[in-house]
């Protein structure tokens, strides 16, 4: 079983590495090689198009920074984020704007399965934390 899991992998992996097209993830790539996974592993299709679609996932969630604001951010301060981040990550990062009021202030930056917060709420929650921690011994 451990050995067919590996296997099941190995294909997903070539398959994702067949996914581009000018190193950019081609939709039409993906369509044809989820073609040829049916007719070719029909027993084992499901499987290996699980482990294919979370590579998938894993690539555009690390070159995609999530940004939440309490307000709309200006084109400039985008670029900024979009530049520092895309330096530390070694690339070209996509970044996706969501407002969130609760935040009172701020931003939230989460990118694949990192995260900073800079938000007002984010630093009242850590105030909470340190004193919960100090006066309920």
Not at 19 to 43: P, V, Y
Not at 112 to 128: A, E, L, P, T, Y
């Amino acid at each position: 079983m451990k050995r067919e899991n590996k296997e099941n992998l190995k294909i997903a992996r070539i398959l994702f590495k067949k996914s581009f097209e000018d190193e950019k993830l081609a939709i039409s790539k993906m369509k044809q090689n989820m073609k040829f996974l049916k007719a070719t592993f029909k027993r084992e299709a499901l499987k290996i198009s699980g482990l294919y679609f979370k590579l998938i996932k894993n690539y555009i969630s690390d070159r995609t920074a999530v940004v939440e604001s309490s307000d709309k951010l200006e084109k400039a301060q985008v670029e900024k984020i979009r530049n520092y981040f895309g330096k530390k990550r070694a690339g070209k990062l996509e970044v996706a704007l969501v407002t969130d009021p609760k935040l009172l202030g701020g931003i939230k930056i989460t990118i694949g399965d990192d995260q900073w917060d800079f938000s007002v709420k984010g630093k009242i929650n850590q105030i909470k934390e340190t004193l919960s921690g100090r006066y309920l011994r």
